[in-house]
């Protein structure tokens, strides 16, 4: 299902593959790619109802691609910083935590 963004004044399709981060910050949805960020007025849940089964929510106002993880390391008090290939990087809340420990195998 192709995703339906917001740059300026334009609407443009991006496919599941494309995002990277799909992250709320101040009420606005902002959608990640490898060099662009876009807008959506949808919320994170319907967004992520839309692109599927590859990208997994890491706090509430935050939802990676699993696809486009570089690495993760041990943050503070027992969260995790998760960085992507693009450079982005978001911390894990501890809600979030054993889904993303059992994706990864640890």
């Known amino acids: 299902i192709p995703l339906i963004v917001q740059r300026e004044n334009q ?6 593959e494309e995002v990277y981060m799909i992250r709320v910050e ?3 949805t902002i959608i990640y790619t490898e060099k662009e960020k876009y807008y959506s ?3 994170l849940y ?11 929510q ?5 939802a990676v691609n699993l696809s ?3 690495s993760v390391e041990a943050g503070f008090s027992g969260t995790f910083l ?7 990087a978001d911390y894990v809340s501890r809600k979030y935590l054993p889904n993303l420990k059992r994706y990864l195998g640890i």
């Not at 319907?46 to 997994?56: A, R």
């Not at 890491?58 to 935050?62: A, D, H, L, R, Y």
């Open 11 to 16: 609407m443009i399709v991006l496919k599941a």
């Open 46 to 56: 319907e967004i992520l109802g839309q692109v599927g089964t590859g990208f997994m």
């Open 58 to 62: 890491i706090s509430k106002q935050t």
């Open 68 to 70: 486009r993880i570089k």
């Open 41 to 43: 007025r949808r919320r």
């Open 26 to 28: 101040g009420g606005d």
């Open 82 to 88: 998760l960085k992507l290939k693009n450079e982005s």
